[in-house]
């Protein structure tokens, strides 16, 4: 089936400092990828869409700024995450498709962000 | 907002069949339902989808009511492996460009 690696698994870092997610579609090539953050004991909220080639749509109430989207390949997505606050800690999660994606939305294994 | 509605949580014993309930009264005709589940610590897994008809793969089975209002997830056998929250979503399956939009889910906890 397909597969979305996502690295790193967990990440700390210092508070002002940036620190970059990717998402990798392994056997399938990814035309959108999702982005989701979520919050101890909550669902996940979606953060962007990222098309391969073009900017990132980005949810309402998200800063664009401060997390920056690339999608530069259709295998490959980056969320980076700049000038990290401890309120950035939280459980990312990116997800991928194809046009003709028949397993409906394959999810990464998410990213674990601690900024202290 | 999601367009779904599902019970907090429920329990079922190991071995008996988990029948996860949703309702999306507001389901349109072109969007599908779907079913994750989420493992703590863990990115969601897809478990199945459908637009009208039953679905039935290796996981689980979907039962969707005729008016497409709701549907039934079904676990044949359930084990302390399929404790996890789980999630019914509804979204646009042809449109690359659909996202999913995730509720509360429910919780299900699976008992020796």
Redesign the interface.
């Known amino acids: 089936g397909a597969v979305v690696s996502q690295h790193p698994s967990r990440v700390i870092c210092k508070s002002g400092t940036s620190v970059k997610i990717e998402c990798r579609s392994l056997d399938f090539q990814a035309t959108t990828m999702f982005w989701y953050r979520q919050f101890p004991k909550q669902s996940l909220m979606l953060m962007a869409t990222s098309n391969e080639g073009s900017k990132a749509t980005y949810e309402q109430g998200v800063e664009k700024d401060k997390f920056l989207i690339n999608h530069a390949s259709l295998t490959l997505s980056t969320l980076t995450v700049t000038s990290a606050h401890p309120e950035d800690s939280s459980f990312y999660i990116c997800s991928a498709r194809t046009g003709a994606s028949s397993y409906g939305y394959t999810f990464g294994s998410g990213t674990r962000l601690t900024v202290v | 907002d999601a367009k779904t509605t599902q019970p907090t949580s429920m329990d079922c014993a190991e071995g008996r069949a988990a029948n996860l309930p949703c309702n999306h009264s507001t389901i349109s005709g072109n969007e599908y339902v779907?079913w994750?589940r989420?493992i703590h610590?863990?990115?969601?897994?897809?478990i199945i989808?459908g637009l009208k008809n039953n679905e039935t793969n290796e996981m689980a089975s979907l039962i969707i009511t005729e008016d497409r209002k709701s549907s039934t997830l079904i676990l044949p056998h359930a084990t302390l492996r399929d404790t996890a929250v789980y999630?019914c979503i509804v979204s646009y399956?042809s449109e690359?460009?659909s996202?999913?939009?995730?509720?509360?889910?429910i919780t299900l906890s699976v008992r020796p």
Request: aromatic share 24%; glycine share 14%.
């Open positions: 779907y994750y989420q610590s863990q990115g969601p897994q897809y989808h999630y399956s690359a460009n996202k999913l939009t995730f509720g509360k889910g």
